[in-house]
């Protein structure tokens, strides 16, 4: 299997969706994804709040 360390330096991802199911949020400073999965999550940086 193919799988992927997701980090983005100095940033507090929080995932809200994985693979179309709505979860409660998770704040994470990284996490795996693999093949054909999705996630859906905001990420927080010095009280600025974006979604990707």
Do not use: H, W
Not at 5 to 12: A, C, N, P, S
Not at 26 to 48: H, I, M, P, Q, W
Request: charged residues 25%; hydrophobic residues 40%; contains cysteine.
């Amino acid at each position: 299997m193919i799988f992927f360390d997701v980090r983005i330096q100095e940033l507090t991802i929080s995932l809200v969706v994985s693979d179309g199911n709505y979860v409660l949020p998770v704040s994470v400073d990284e996490f795996r994804l693999g093949l054909a999965e999705t996630y859906n999550a905001n990420k927080r940086r010095d009280g600025c709040s974006n979604t990707f």
